[in-house]
């Protein structure tokens, strides 16, 4: 079996399985949704937080951090869910 096919759930035959190639972008598209967050997230509280870079971070340093992740995470969290809401909305009015 090649690659490409066992990578795409091919069996050896050439047929290529639909539902596990899209399950497959899927985590992909959730993988790297998920590495632009965390991506945004750190340059958005370092910008914030830290004004002077050095070897550590101090006492203030940390607890801005801290809760600036915490605030991002709420924020996109909050939007996230609008978002599914809104697509479901939509959906059910097709």
């Not at 991506?39 to 801005?64: A, H, V, W």
Request: glycine fraction near 10%; proline fraction near 2%; hydrophobic fraction near 35%.
């Amino acid at each position: 079996m090649d690659g490409f096919s066992s990578d795409f759930g091919g069996s050896g035959g050439g047929k290529l399985d639909p539902g596990l190639i899209m399950e497959q972008v899927k985590v992909q598209i959730a993988v790297a949704n998920a590495q632009e967050l965390l991506q945004r997230m750190t340059d958005k509280c370092f910008r914030k937080c830290i004004g002077k870079p050095g070897g550590s971070l101090d006492n203030s340093e940390q607890k801005c951090i801290a809760m600036c992740m915490d605030r991002y995470m709420d924020a996109w969290n909050t939007v996230s869910r609008a978002y599914n809401s809104r697509l479901q909305r939509e959906r059910a009015n097709m």
